[in-house]
């Protein structure tokens, strides 16, 4: 990674931005996971794994017809994320973003054995490297607050996602930890939002209320 110098307010918006949508779109991952596991008592878990390994075997495909790498949809994304931030391509990264977002909520939902983590940290990384194409955002800046953003979103941490950052980029991208630790800060603030909001959402209704 290049080295990256000085804090520029610019960059310390983009934590944010991404914080936020990293925070919407592993909510989304969780929703979709759940709705998945719904299916289970159905279907069976046998007919959910076998159909879920399908689903996610024809994203793969879906991504690679469209030019991504079929692999960085297949695997959990920690061997993908110097591809994914070096792609000069909006239309690849896109492709990438959903078919890892579908493959991580169905993965999620019928039962596979892997870490959650690091694929939603390639998911942040991800949507961080959209900066790097659209505005020449340093590769170095994008995987630190991609980072922080994914791992706090999932984890509901504050230190550690600021941590592994840091770790990630080294000495290259001391720099960057003020925009992390915002990123870290307003994925965890919005997936506050969203678990307190599903709280009220699933409050029972008390007895001769209906």
Request: proline share 5%; net charge negative; hydrophobic share 55%.
């Amino acid at each position: 990674l290049p080295l990256y110098d000085g804090v520029h307010v610019g960059d310390l918006t983009i934590g944010v931005v991404v914080g936020l949508l990293a925070a919407v779109i592993v909510a989304a991952v969780r929703r979709l996971g759940t709705a998945v596991d719904g299916r289970g008592d159905r279907l069976g878990m046998p007919a959910l794994l076998l159909g879920g390994a399908l689903a996610v075997g024809l994203l793969a495909e879906l991504a690679d017809l469209l030019g991504a790498d079929p692999l960085d949809v297949l695997f959990s994304g920690q061997a993908s994320i110097p591809a994914v931030i070096g792609e000069d391509s909006t239309k690849i990264i896109v492709v990438l973003l959903v078919a890892k977002f579908l493959a991580y909520g169905v993965s999620l939902g019928c039962g596979f054995r892997g870490g959650p983590i690091f694929p939603a940290i390639f998911l942040g990384i991800a949507l961080a490297s959209l900066t790097v194409v659209w505005f020449d955002v340093s590769p170095t800046l994008a995987v630190a607050v991609g980072t922080a953003a994914g791992m706090a979103a999932q984890t509901r941490l504050i230190v550690t996602p600021v941590l592994l950052s840091t770790l990630l980029v080294g000495s290259q991208g001391l720099d960057t930890v003020p925009a992390a630790v915002l990123a870290t800060a307003s994925a965890w603030l919005a997936m506050a939002l969203v678990d307190k909001r599903n709280e009220r959402s699933t409050v029972a209704v008390p007895p001769g209320a209906a």
